[in-house]
């Protein structure tokens, strides 16, 4: 079992609906959480941290995450093209080192 | 102003040259770390820095070698260049949880 695991996609939506990327981990243990985007041939940015259980909003974006359940996710509402790309989950785990384990990313396509 | 940068942006090189990569962050940030993407967009932590002590060195060939001379300055050298060895190098900064990744270096190796 992957330490991280996403679905590599492609996901595609059409221009202003929801777009849900899911995200499992198999450290119960694992303390924070985190979605960073990356387009093609850039690096990775970070654009949300969660800590806890529960939902946490930024503007388009909502986290959840479940710890029961090992899932955190990632809702981008009013999909915009701009929004195509990939999106990486990333697990610190139990001993909160810095050791950030990725997924292998789910690749994102709006369709206008 | 760029907060975590890295030179060089593009290396290519033939197989069993050494090469280093550098980089350099200005958040005053105390922890920075090396991950390496491959062809496949895997994303790896290979070492973490935290003020100039080594903190995390995964599995990595020694021939990969980190330093850091100090807490704003992380460089990785490579010796003996494998193909394997051609990915994208990040470098990123922390200060607490949070990690900003820097531009990256595309390492290809002939």
């Known amino acids: 079992q992957k330490e991280v695991e996403q679905n590599s996609g492609p996901l595609s939506v059409p221009e202003g609906a929801i777009a849900s990327l899911n995200c499992t981990y198999s450290?119960?243990?694992?303390?924070?959480f985190f979605w960073y985007r990356q387009y093609s041939g850039k690096s990775p940015e970070l654009i949300m941290s969660?800590?806890?259980?529960g939902d946490k909003e930024d503007g388009r974006f909502t986290a959840q995450l479940n710890k029961a359940s090992q899932y955190v996710s990632l809702l981008i509402r009013d999909s915009q093209p701009s929004d195509s790309a990939t999106y990486l989950c990333?697990?610190?785990?139990?001993?909160?080192?810095?050791?950030?384990?990725f997924g292998q990313g789910t690749t994102l396509q709006v369709k206008p | 102003d760029t907060a975590v940068s890295q030179t060089p942006k593009y290396l290519v090189t033939q197989m069993g040259n050494d090469k280093s990569i550098k980089c350099e962050q200005n958040?005053?940030?105390?922890?920075m770390y090396w991950y390496k993407q491959d062809s496949k967009k895997f994303l790896k932590i290979m070492f973490s820095?935290?003020?100039?002590?080594?903190?995390i060195n995964e599995t990595v060939p020694n021939r990969f070698s980190p330093k850091s001379p100090d807490k704003a300055h992380l460089n990785l050298h490579i010796n003996s260049l494998e193909l394997g060895d051609s990915a994208v190098y990040f470098c990123?900064?922390?200060?607490?949880?949070?990690?900003?990744f820097g531009p990256g270096t595309r390492l290809t190796v002939t």
């Open positions: 990123a900064s922390s200060f607490s949880y949070e990690q900003y």
């Open positions: 450290d119960r243990g694992s303390q924070s």
């Open positions: 969660i800590y806890s259980n």
């Open positions: 990333a697990v610190n785990g139990r001993s909160n080192t810095g050791k950030l384990i």
């Open positions: 958040l005053g940030h105390d922890t």
């Open positions: 820095y935290n003020n100039k002590e080594l903190i």
